[in-house]
């Protein structure tokens, strides 16, 4: 009798797993574009690298890439509002290294274009499901190499 209740409580125990195997905090945060908050004449960029990439329409894209000398930071969001920074700062240029699939950004640039300001958010509630995209997104129409 003790062996059925056993292999009862496995079974009911087993059917449990996927549950809790596919649970867990998930946010799509949308690229979102305006004017920082409390700092004049400065513009902001944000969303979540997988939150644009999966966004329902095929408008938006956040996100950075550099080379030894310069990184360059680019968003659009599903209004068709777009923004691009640069800067040549060592500082930009090693945070721009840790953006990734699961990437969160919140980007400040100045009126010239300079990059202010990157932070990034690397959590497991940023990825999706699906397979990743490239951690570098390009935006259509770019010229840089």
Partial sequence: MKNKIYVAI????SALVPAFATAGLKSTHEVAI??????????????????????ADSVQYIGCRANQEIGYCYA???????????SSA????????????????IIDADGLGIC???EITNMSRY?????????IINPPG???P
Wanted: hydrophobic residues 45%.
């Fill in 142 to 144: 770019s010229s840089l």
């Fill in 76 to 86: 659009k969001d599903k209004a068709g509002r777009a923004f691009m920074c640069s």
């Fill in 34 to 55: 305006g004017a920082t908050p409390g700092v004049s004449g400065r513009t902001r960029a944000q969303g979540s690298i997988m939150g644009a990439r999966n966004s």
């Fill in 10 to 13: 496995l079974l009911a125990a």
């Fill in 90 to 105: 060592p500082a930009m240029l090693t945070a721009i290294t840790a953006v990734n699939a699961s990437s969160h950004l």
């Fill in 116 to 118: 202010r300001n990157l």
């Fill in 127 to 135: 990825v999706a499901d699906v397979a990743s995209p490239t951690a």
